[in-house]
């Protein structure tokens, strides 16, 4: 039998920027609806232009995105025609594939919220769908606080629902814009819904306000659905919005929804579905939730005891998917020969040839677990951890050394009488018999110092010249006086490779240094420099 298209909704960008504390940047955004794109998501819906400059910039861009780009936006003011709204010609203007209404479906705030009448609100969703439908756009229907709407007034909230359908909306979503339904409620519901108008033109859009955001969104798929919203990591406002990342898999790998359903995530891409959890929070410069269903470092760790060794000799015993098909790894803490086993696995993946009885082997996780208590996170540095790797057995070559280094940071009035904060950087460096200086100024210490570690590097510069670093993200532990800072450092190459590298320190220029000095000498490795 044909398996039915299920279609994924996106927005993480719109919604989800609605996080507290999150603000995201066009970069932010650009790079986030690439990850989306590759990932197979069917809509990204990318902001509201015209609400703000990112948006409005946003959405002047041209864009090469498999994904249906979509704009969000309000349904034409009441009182005023489709044509003479300056919002809805922002909207109808963006440079996006779809348009994604939103528009009141509860009478109640229809009369309270919006002061006006219940036609009114109707005739708005119906020219506002008509605009955008002239302008070639794919059109969607939000239908806020739906299901709040359809137990006070199931007519009115149906007839805000029907009039975009009719109007030839591809889809009408139903919102739980409060998340305070229940998953039996919403089956109800939506089965109602979908008695008017065909499942394949449904969606629904949960909150997480009862923590079933995820439920609510499949138990509207059984009802008969065929859209899900959500974010990424379940951001959102308050308690967040329906977690994609746990969504996704769900639909994928369980048979219930596997053998009717069809997403555009293909197998290929659910591999990389840890990598893009894990990517945002580095972005937001979050830490990642290991308890995280699916993709969190703890999804499929087992503590040592009769649950490792039985998944030793089956992993099928205790595992309810495999972590491999989710981008995850299996993890069997404290045990030393399990410890080893994740060690050797590493490695391998990474393309390092090692000896499971080679005693370096267990030197290397004494180290890494002895430095993951102070701080360091090698599952966020890659590069760092080949470095440590290397160095443990051996097989790094004795580069240069930094004998010394020096930053200074002067705050002074510059000529203008204006107060500066000017940062200076001397690195010495030796390479064989040789001895080099180099002096550098950067906009902050780090910088400086960067600048000055990169600037003279004798007969290996020739191998970091493409070298740059792309990101600089540091974290504080542990808080208080004994604080003890994190940085991570991404790099990228001339290639267009990237790769993180990590430094902990109680001093943030020492541990800047580290991750520099890693970052460099995980270039010369790669690039073959000789010694
Ligand atoms: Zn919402």
Not at 125 to 148: N, P, Q, T, W
Not at 175 to 188: I, K, M, R, S, Y
Not at 241 to 260: D, G, R, Y
């Amino acid at each position: 039998m044909a398996r039915e298209r299920l279609y994924l909704f996106d927005t993480t960008l719109r919604d989800g920027a609605q996080t507290n504390g999150v603000d995201f940047t066009l970069a932010d955004k650009l790079a986030i609806a690439g990850m989306l794109d590759e990932l197979g998501i069917d809509y990204v819906e990318g902001g509201y232009p015209g609400a703000n400059p990112t948006d409005t910039e946003l959405f002047a861009k041209d864009r090469k995105f498999d994904t249906i780009f979509t704009a969000f936006g309000m349904t034409r003011r009441p009182g005023r025609s489709a044509s003479n709204d300056p919002g809805l010609a922002l909207l109808l203007d963006a440079k996006a594939d779809a348009i994604c209404f939103v528009a009141k479906a509860w009478d109640y705030h229809v009369r309270v919220a919006l002061e006006t009448t219940e036609e009114e609100n109707l005739a708005s969703i119906r020219d506002s769908v008509k605009a955008a439908k002239a302008k070639g756009r794919e059109v969607l229907l939000d239908c806020e606080h739906f299901f709040d709407g359809y137990k006070a007034n199931p007519t009115y909230a149906l007839a805000c629902a029907k009039a975009a359908y009719d109007e030839d909306a591809r889809w009408v979503v139903l919102c739980d814009t409060n998340g305070g339904t229940l998953p039996h409620e919403v089956a109800t519901i939506v089965a109602e819904v979908c008695k008017l108008i065909p499942g394949d033109h449904v969606g629904i859009h949960a909150h997480n306000d009862t923590e079933q955001a995820v439920a609510n969104s499949f138990a509207a798929v059984r009802a008969g659905a065929r859209q899900i919203q959500g974010t990424l990591n379940g951001l959102g406002e308050r308690c967040g919005n329906a977690n994609l990342v746990s969504i996704i898999p769900t639909l994928k790998l369980k048979p219930e929804f596997s053998s009717t359903f069809d997403i555009g995530v293909s197998d290929a891409a659910l591999k990389k579905l840890a990598q893009v959890s894990h990517a945002l929070d580095e972005r937001l410069n979050r830490g990642s939730n290991r308890h995280a269903p699916y993709v969190g470092a703890s999804a499929f760790a087992t503590k040592a005891g009769i649950h490792a060794s039985a998944i030793a000799k089956d992993p099928a015993t205790y595992e309810h998917v495999a972590p491999e098909t989710v981008g995850n790894k299996r993890k069997v803490l404290v045990s030393e020969q399990a410890g080893k086993s994740n060690i050797l696995a590493e490695l391998e993946r990474i393309g390092i040839a090692a000896d499971k009885n080679d005693p370096r082997i267990g030197r290397l996780l004494e180290i890494v677990k002895e430095r993951e208590t102070i701080g360091y996170a090698y599952e966020a540095a890659d590069a760092s951890f080949e470095m440590l790797a290397r160095r443990t057995l051996g097989t790094v070559p004795n580069y240069f050394d930094v004998t010394q280094f020096d930053v200074n940071v002067e705050q002074r009035n510059n000529a203008k009488g204006e107060r500066v904060t000017v940062c200076m950087a001397v690195v010495k460096v030796k390479i064989g018999d040789e001895k080099m200086i180099s002096a550098a100024e950067g906009n902050g210490p780090v910088n400086a110092l960067d600048r000055a570690l990169r600037k003279d590097l004798g007969k290996y510069q020739k191998y970091i010249d493409g070298l740059k670093l792309t990101d600089f993200r540091v974290r504080i532990l542990n808080g208080g006086t004994e604080a003890v800072t994190r940085v991570l450092i991404e790099s990228e190459d001339e290639n267009g490779d990237r790769w993180t590298t990590i430094g902990v320190s109680p001093n943030i220029i020492d541990a800047s240094f580290q991750a520099l000095m890693d970052s460099i000498i995980y270039k010369l490795v790669k690039s073959g420099a000789p010694a």
